[in-house]
């Protein structure tokens, strides 16, 4: 059938409502056929009504002329920029995660507690999600470039600062140079990750999900690459070198980023309203989802090298690398996953399908008292570690559209501004999920034994599923009335 045709009134009702758009389309005057074609940088064929269908594929092939001419290369400038903030993601994320291996078993040594060494993992991404609101608003005073700069500069020294601790006197001193360490460089990485959204924007406003979804490669690979090679340092030259690498490279990342990073656009415009974002029932339960998720990559940080340890005798750089299992897992499937929410919009299933998988592989990795025929073996955790990885990507990945389709849905402009109150609230629902982790695991490690611990957040990930499917059901409901 020719779409093109004019429409036959007697035949209008067995076409689809786009054949029927199209054949009804009114016919142009003369006049109007002269100003449209005036209005264009190219001709567009126009009989009695009627649009040429080559013409149409000549106008196609001129846009995509159009788009790869606006799509110009990056300046040096840019390229410089891409590459500083780069490394600096990935130095930071590895400098973070590097500890995961070793310092349990060294601040044990120093008389810290369980509970004290899950608070001192988790007060990081706390500081993180206090402060970020609060460095936004300094923006346009002291600006991007000197924010970014010194952040990284400052968790550079700090993560140098770090190695030095074990010289500390053990018991409460350790403890609160630990935390007073781990709190200033927390600060650095909340002025360089607050400024480097805005440099984005100045820099790339016409690619900043591109560039964004680049960075976040660098930092998820960062997080990967920590504790095995925390592990391999620590087993080479103690427990310093790996302070000293991963510093000494952000050190060298700020002084780069102060010569060849350019000063951006600091006036850059925001509006928005937090508050009726986070009215919306859906976006809360996506918000407890990021949390949740957040807290499940987490929750391992000061309980998991302990328990390899006393279960299977591995050595710091084995330990390392059962760490790197999960976020593999999840770092490689995560294009999938992204990839199979935009072709089919299953945003809320796979949340719930994340959830429910995650809490399966805690189940699996504690073994939990509740499954006594599961055996500790080492086999096994390798399993839970890939079922984990899998289940975080279901869980995390649909989340950040989920929010914007809810917001799309409840009257929120789709533009520049709604998509920097998402990214705010989605990176801070994340901390929080990621100090929540550390904080709950070291507690409950503590108290009630690495088994029990997993299952308490196999039942709270269980407990998110279960919200999600009422909120479901009820919104099935409503549309059923």
Not at 2 to 19: R, V
Not at 134 to 152: A, D, E, Y
Not at 198 to 213: K, L, T
Not at 295 to 306: E, W
Request: glycine letters at 10%; hydrophobic letters at 45%.
């Amino acid at each position: 059938m020719d779409i093109y045709q004019e429409s036959d009134p007697s035949t209008a009702n067995t076409h689809s409502p786009c054949e029927t758009y199209l054949n009804t389309y009114p016919p142009q005057s003369q006049e109007q056929i002269e100003t449209t074609k005036q209005n264009r940088s190219y001709p567009r064929t126009i009989n009695n009504g009627k649009i040429d269908p080559e013409s149409v594929t000549n106008e196609r092939s001129k846009d995509d002329e159009i788009s790869e001419e606006k799509k110009k290369k990056w300046t040096r400038f840019q390229k410089f920029t891409i590459v500083t903030m780069s490394l600096v993601n990935f130095a930071s994320a590895a400098s973070f995660s590097v500890i995961s291996p070793f310092f349990p078993k060294e601040a044990g040594k120093k008389g810290a507690s369980t509970l004290e060494i899950g608070l001192i993992f988790g007060v990081y991404e706390l500081v993180i999600f206090i402060t970020a609101p609060f460095f936004g608003k300094f923006i346009p005073k002291l600006g991007c470039k000197f924010m970014f700069v010194s952040g990284v500069f400052v968790g550079g020294i700090c993560s140098i600062l770090f190695g030095f601790l074990d010289q500390c006197p053990d018991g409460i001193v350790y403890v609160v140079m630990c935390f007073l360490t781990r709190i200033i460089e927390a600060l650095g990485c909340s002025m360089f990750t607050t400024a480097s959204f805005a440099i984005i924007a100045g820099e790339f406003p016409n690619e900043v999900a591109i560039v964004f979804g680049l960075l976040e490669t660098f930092n998820g690979f960062g997080f990967m690459v920590g504790p095995p090679l925390g592990g391999a340092l620590y087993e080479a030259a103690g427990y310093k070198l790996p302070f000293m690498v991963m510093g000494g490279f952000l050190v060298l990342c700020a002084v780069a980023a102060f010569f060849f990073l350019p000063k951006p656009d600091d006036q850059l415009p925001h509006t928005g309203s937090m508050t009726r974002l986070l009215s919306i029932p859906s976006i809360l339960l996506s918000c407890l989802t990021i949390c949740m998720a957040a807290a499940a990559l987490g929750f391992l940080d000061p309980t998991y090298a302990g328990h390899l340890d006393d279960q299977f005798s591995l050595t710091p750089f084995w330990i390392g690398m059962m760490f790197l299992i999960g976020p593999g897992i999840y770092a490689l499937s995560a294009p999938v996953l992204g990839n199979l929410v935009d072709k089919k919009g299953w945003t809320k299933s796979m949340m719930c399908a994340g959830c429910f998988v995650t809490a399966l592989s805690y189940i699996l990795l504690g073994p939990s008292p509740l499954a006594s025929f599961i055996d500790t073996e080492l086999w096994i955790a390798i399993v839970a570690q890939i079922i984990m990885g899998i289940g975080i990507g279901l869980a995390l990945v649909p989340t950040f559209q989920d929010i914007i389709e809810a917001a799309k849905e409840n009257g929120l402009p789709d533009n520049f501004d709604t998509y920097g109150l998402i990214s705010g609230l989605f990176n801070s629902c994340f901390s929080f999920g990621a100090f929540l982790g550390p904080t709950a695991g070291g507690y409950l490690n503590g108290a009630y034994g690495f088994d029990w611990a997993t299952t308490v957040l196999s039942f709270s990930l269980v407990f998110s599923v279960s919200l999600q499917l009422l909120r479901n059901l009820y919104t099935c409901l409503q549309y059923v009335e």
